[in-house]
């Protein structure tokens, strides 16, 4: 019995999960406005979401619109990546002299990201353990990976208007 139990409130789970209304709008509208600091745009979204459905504030509710944010934020953060990519290629070309041994501006922005990942990894992993196994740690987790990515989507994408 405890088995179907836990089916169902899976099932519910999942069910409420399609119901959340996720709009960017109110992340983009922030940043088009020109927030002095546009990491205080980042959750915008997330917290419409939870305020547009009855339980958008439960547990469920809450990962569930961190989550669609966070991807909001992952697909500007890959974006932001590959344009920057070829742009330090060149860089490093147009910076190369011969006999001289100089650092890859490629290089140093794909090792940047290999160890921003471990550590935004291990910094919300962090945060969900501070729930001790409770139902709080996956919205905690999903709202620190949907912080910390925004932010380096901001950063990257800052790097391509330099």
Partial sequence: MTTLAGL??????????QDLIFDPAPVEACLAEG?????QCIGL?????MEAIPGGTTTVGMGGCADRELSYWDARLNRAYGALRPHMAQMDTGNAIPGRDLPSAEIALRDMQRAWIGFRDARCAYDAAQY???TGANPAFLT???QETGEQALALEADLVR
């Fill in 8 to 17: 169902g409130l899976v099932w519910e789970s999942a069910a409420f999960a």
């Fill in 45 to 49: 979204a997330a917290a419409a979401c």
């Fill in 144 to 146: 620190c990976m949907m």
């Fill in 35 to 39: 927030a002095s600091d546009p990491r």
């Fill in 132 to 134: 001790g196994g409770g």
